[in-house]
């Protein structure tokens, strides 16, 4: 009896410890010096892919992020993420060269300010906005 008590508390005990096991994201791995290219961008049910394989590249360098357009104009500034949480937020953000006729840089800028979450791994990534259903997605190049 006494040994079933004691097989008992070890389960019991080993299911407690891998349930609070640490679900933080690792952000290393997913932000800092990586390339990412734009797949598409998600607004409500409005879907937008850039056209004739134009790469909107995407590059986090320690708290400062680039995003380069096909056209060599550039979104930078700031980022924060919580891997617990996955919150995601950008500051600072400017404009280098022209975006006025891009209309998929313009709603990356704007989705950048508005950013509140991120979903992803090493692999792809979503950078969300707190509308409902609007996101960029990104693979990694």
Same mark, same amino acid.
């Given at each position: ?15 407690? /410890? ?23 961008? =998600? ?20 708290? /400062?992020?680039?995003? /380069? ?10 980022? =924060? ?9 950008? %500051?600072?953000?400017?404009? %280098? ?19 509140? %979450? ?18 960029? =997605?990104?693979?990694?190049?």
């Amino acid at each position: 009896m006494k040994n079933r008590i004691i097989k008992t508390a070890l389960v019991i005990l080993a299911a407690i /410890t891998f349930a609070s096991c640490n679900k933080e994201d690792d952000i290393q791995e997913i932000f800092i010096d990586r390339s990412w290219t734009l797949t598409f961008i =998600q607004e409500g049910k409005e879907h937008f892919v850039p056209q004739n394989n134009a790469a909107y590249i995407l590059l986090f360098k320690g708290s /400062t992020f680039t995003l /380069t357009t096909p056209a060599n104009a550039t979104i930078s500034g700031n980022w =924060q993420a919580d891997g617990g949480s996955r919150t995601f937020r950008c %500051s600072n953000i400017r404009t %280098s060269g022209n975006i006025t006729n891009d209309d998929i840089a313009k709603r990356m800028r704007n989705m950048l300010q508005n950013a509140v %979450s991120y979903n992803g791994d090493a692999n792809y990534l979503q950078i969300i906005v707190q509308q409902g259903n609007a996101f960029m =997605q990104f693979y990694n190049k």
